[in-house]
Nanobody, 124 residues
Framework: QVQLEESGGGLVQAGGSLRLSCAAS????????MGWFRQAPGKEREFVAY????????YYGDSVKGRVTISRDNAKNTVYLQMNSLKPEDTAVYYC?????????????????WGQGTQVTVSS
């Protein structure tokens, strides 16, 4: 059974940093793409970043580009999202996802598995 477990969320002041973690288990993810999305109240789920499990290059949404870095540690089966220079508009529930996409990895439909999410709140 595939499980994705996010951690690392919390309350931070504007300008601060957080590192989110996503621990993946239940299968080999070697051919998978790992993504981070976020969803604020009343808004659609938004693409944040993705990385191929076998790669090292990250791809980012326009709203976070330059402030966020995605990485993975194969030995720990964990994907990270380092977020810097946080803004109040970054406040959302952040979700980790895994999939073998037949469409752009920036789309939610590219992913088969989702975590439960971790809350990030940025105060002004």
């Amino acid at each position: 059974q595939v499980q994705l477990e996010e951690s690392g969320g919390g309350l931070v002041q504007a300008g601060g940093s957080l590192r989110l973690s996503c621990a993946a288990s239940g299968r080999s993810f070697s051919n998978y793409v790992m993504g981070w999305f976020r969803q604020a109240p009343g808004k659609e789920r938004e693409f944040v970043a993705y990385i191929w499990w076998s790669g090292s290059m990250g791809y980012y949404g326009d709203s976070v580009k330059g402030r966020v870095t995605i990485s993975r540690d194969n030995a720990k089966n964990t994907v990270y999202l380092q977020m810097n220079s946080l803004k109040p508009e970054d406040t959302a529930v952040y979700y980790c996802a895994a999939g073998r996409p037949t469409t752009t990895p920036k789309a939610t439909r590219a992913y088969n598995y989702w975590g439960q999410g971790t809350q990030v709140t940025v105060s002004s």
